[in-house]
């Protein structure tokens, strides 16, 4: 058994309750991004905040992202999005082109998708040779671990939800003329694979799962407990960096 099947994918909120604990949430996360950046307190500038999101197709990353930057300034947070490399982007280090979207100190960003996709994605669709992909997880340890020792407070969340509801989500895509963009050929292939694809997720667990990066399975069955999980993670990430660098907090 791994740490997938130990997901309790029944957790949720009612509307009532998840949009009261949301404004909750969403009022603390602002207050504590503000005083990271400088704005509010003391003026000290506080350690970069780097979130990133992998998940299975239609977990709900876009929505949890979205949720996550709405109380914020726009110019106080940065999301990227990272698909498949170009041609010049695979001349380099799998890590390179990841550099210079992260945050500096007093910065914040957000990634849709990360270097996690070598040990996924290129793993299973056979982008990487077994020798890369393995050679990787050392690498992302090593790269991670100077992130968090220059202060980053790094939080990395796995958005789950079974295989019946994501089936569900993709049907609902296909048949909402403007959510049909969101779903492709792809996706449907990708479906096939779940089980390979659970392999390689509960080995990037094992190997990148760190002290100073762990990772945090967010159960996405139900769209507004998941996007609560995420907000509270990152407050308690930020609270708990706010502290290892003496910053009083909000």
């Not at 990395?156 to 296909?174: G, V």
């Not at 990772?215 to 995420?230: F, L």
Request: aromatic share 10%.
């Amino acid at each position: 058994m791994g740490r997938l099947d130990e997901i309790d994918l029944s957790l949720k909120y009612s509307k009532r309750k998840g949009e009261e604990r949301l404004a909750e949430v969403q009022s603390r996360l602002a207050a504590l991004r503000l005083t990271l950046g400088g704005q509010i307190g003391s003026g000290r500038i506080g350690p970069p905040v780097c979130v990133i999101f992998e998940g299975w197709d239609a977990s709900g990353k876009g929505g949890a992202i979205k949720r996550l930057v709405f109380p914020l300034d726009p110019r106080h947070v940065r999301v990227s999005q990272f698909a498949a490399p170009t041609d010049d982007e695979k001349r380099h280090h799998f890590l390179w082109r990841f550099w210079p979207a992260l945050p500096g100190w007093g910065g914040m960003a957000i990634f849709d998708r990360s270097w996690y996709g070598r040990v996924l994605v290129e793993r299973v669709e056979g982008f990487a040779s077994k020798k890369e992909w393995k050679r990787s997880y050392d690498e992302i340890r090593s790269f991670e671990r100077g992130l968090t020792d220059e202060g980053t407070i790094l939080v990395k969340f796995w958005m789950h939800l079974s295989d019946d509801e994501q089936l569900k989500r993709f049907e609902s895509r296909a048949k909402d003329p403007l959510k049909q963009w969101k779903l492709t050929e792809e996706d449907w292939r990708n479906r096939e694979k779940r089980t390979q694809y659970e392999d390689a997720v509960e080995d990037m667990f094992e190997q990148t799962s760190t002290e100073n990066a762990p990772w945090t399975v967010v159960p996405g069955e139900n769209k507004r407990y998941a996007r609560v999980a995420v907000i509270e993670a990152v407050i308690a990430a930020m609270e708990q960096g706010m502290l290892r660098w003496d910053i009083d907090l909000p």
